[in-house]
């Protein structure tokens, strides 16, 4: 157990319509990561939080947007969804901060399936 | 710019060969690197990992050894197990203007056959 929670671990949506994906990281980690893993795609960083401030930007598409709340917990939300977007989605967590090696602790990760 | 390479899969052996998963990273800075292990169904978890020049990071079996001079970290195993199968990441990680910056390579499916 990682520590790191996601929910909901599968989801099944038509195109169209938006979703929002919940991640909780291990108590005590400041920073948030979300990563997208298609089959074909390996796995795409998407973006990085830092105590609720957006740190990095990688492959999101502008369908999609993220946030890091006061508690440290984090949401993405994905919109106008296309048969493209089905994916596992993980969500990371580290300590963040500049004393740290950078290792992330992953969630299982939510199954998205857009019909 | 930062990146990683990694041996191209899948790769299948059988139960009890060595294993070898070629590892090179180019990056602007002294990163420290790592290895992932993603089991089926599951997400992604550390393995091991060494933070400078010369470390030898160890876990389960498997060993891999930061070489600054050959900008490489190949994950080795003696005697494989069917247990082993799963994929594998390589990675490094920076300190970039403030920020941890974690760069990974593409993942290496193995599988084990018995």
């Known amino acids: 157990d990682s520590g790191v929670t996601q929910t909901p671990k599968h989801l099944i949506t038509a195109t169209g319509q938006r979703v929002t994906l919940r991640c909780s990281p291990r108590?005590?980690?400041?920073?948030v990561y979300w990563y997208q893993q298609s089959l074909d795609q390996g796995l795409q960083f998407l973006i990085q939080?830092?105590?609720?401030?957006?740190?990095a930007k990688g492959n999101i598409l502008e369908r999609f947007s993220a946030q890091q709340f006061p508690d440290l917990h984090s949401e993405l939300n994905l919109s106008s969804l296309e048969l493209g977007d089905s994916a596992l989605y993980f969500c990371?967590?580290?300590?963040?901060?500049?004393?740290?090696?950078?290792?992330?602790?992953f969630g299982e990760g939510s199954r998205l399936t857009v019909l | 710019g930062n990146s990683v390479t990694q041996m191209e899969g899948p790769v299948t052996l059988s139960e009890e060969a060595f294993l070898t998963i070629n590892c090179t990273y180019t990056?602007?800075?002294?990163?420290?690197l790592f290895w992932y292990v993603q089991y089926p169904g599951e997400g992604l978890q550390l393995l091991l990992k060494?933070?400078?020049?010369?470390d030898k990071g160890s876990n389960k079996g498997f060993e891999a050894t930061y070489r600054k001079e050959t900008t490489s970290f190949h994950l080795e195993k003696g005697s494989v197990q069917v247990s082993d199968s799963a994929v594998y990441f390589c990675?490094?990680?920076?300190?970039?203007?403030?920020?941890?910056?974690?760069?990974f390579g593409q993942g290496t499916r193995l599988t084990i056959n018995p």
């Open positions: 990371a967590s580290s300590v963040g901060h500049s004393g740290s090696t950078g290792e992330l602790f």
């Open positions: 939080y830092y105590n609720g401030e957006e740190r």
């Open positions: 108590s005590g980690d400041l920073s």
């Open positions: 990056a602007t800075g002294y990163p420290s």
């Open positions: 990675a490094l990680s920076l300190l970039i203007q403030g920020a941890q910056k974690l760069v």
């Open positions: 060494a933070t400078k020049a010369d």
